[in-house]
């Protein structure tokens, strides 16, 4: 069955700190893998992931895939209490469409 | 301006009643979903819609029917309400072309529905 492990599942970190988000993924012909951020409401998308060994970054935040491994991470760096969210892992396979599989999510709180 | 918009934002209602969700999308999309996201923000896709077409039916009571008049709209109809179907169900599109690479999906604010 797909699915998607995120850990850890909590983190509490202070401003400044450099936190790294992981995530596995198991996904029948494997496309992409994507984050999002969740606050108060609905997801936000950070990234698509679909190559190996190829970072991309947005400000703070950068993420890696590892396709040989079935992993990512999301790191942010300098973190504020801005990036306190839930930061959800997803991954899209060839098959049953255009599904895509959530993981539980990591949910970041940083203090001031 | 808002991109996935759906109605109501809140819902609270009995167990045995039938409500609906609205979902409109205004990014040109040709795919919408709905997911329903439990108490522990585990989100779970539901349904998948392209061009009007139903996609993607994951195991959901056949209480859950969803109907697309058209692909910028995409409404969920729950009939016989229970209790297990609290939870916060989000609406998002996205604009995929099968064969094509994935694209992110665009998420609407989520409808909170509580049946007591």
């Known amino acids: 069955e797909d699915k998607v492990v995120q850990s850890p599942l909590s983190l509490v970190v202070h401003e400044g700190d450099t936190v790294t988000l992981n995530c596995s993924y198991e996904?029948?012909?494997?496309?992409?893998l994507l984050w999002y951020k969740q606050e108060k409401k609905a997801p936000t998308f950070l990234f698509m992931l679909?190559?190996?060994?190829i970072e991309k970054k947005s400000g703070r935040l950068s993420s890696i895939l590892d396709k040989k491994e079935l992993f990512s991470i999301l790191n942010i760096t300098a973190t504020q209490t801005g990036d306190s969210a839930v930061y959800l892992c997803a991954a899209r396979g060839d098959t049953g469409g255009f599904k895509t599989i959530f993981g539980a999510g990591t949910r970041l709180f940083v203090k001031a | 301006d808002t991109a996935v918009s759906q109605t109501p934002k809140y819902l609270v209602t009995q167990m045995g009643n039938d409500k609906s969700i609205k979902c409109e999308q205004n990014l040109g999309h040709d795919t919408m979903y709905w997911y329903k996201q439990d108490s522990k923000k585990f989100l779970k896709i539901m349904f998948s819609y392209n061009n009007k077409e139903l996609i993607i039916n994951e195991t959901v009571p056949n209480r859950f029917s969803p109907k697309s008049p058209d692909k910028a709209h995409l409404n969920l109809h729950i009939n016989s309400l229970e209790l297990g179907d609290s939870a916060v169900y989000f609406c998002?599109?996205?604009?995929?072309?099968?064969?094509?690479?994935?694209?992110?999906?665009?998420f609407g604010p989520g409808t909170r529905l509580t049946v007591t």
């Open positions: 998002a599109s996205s604009q995929e072309i099968p064969g094509t690479r994935p694209r992110e999906q665009y």
């Open positions: 996904v029948t012909n494997f496309r992409s």
């Open positions: 679909t190559s190996s060994g």
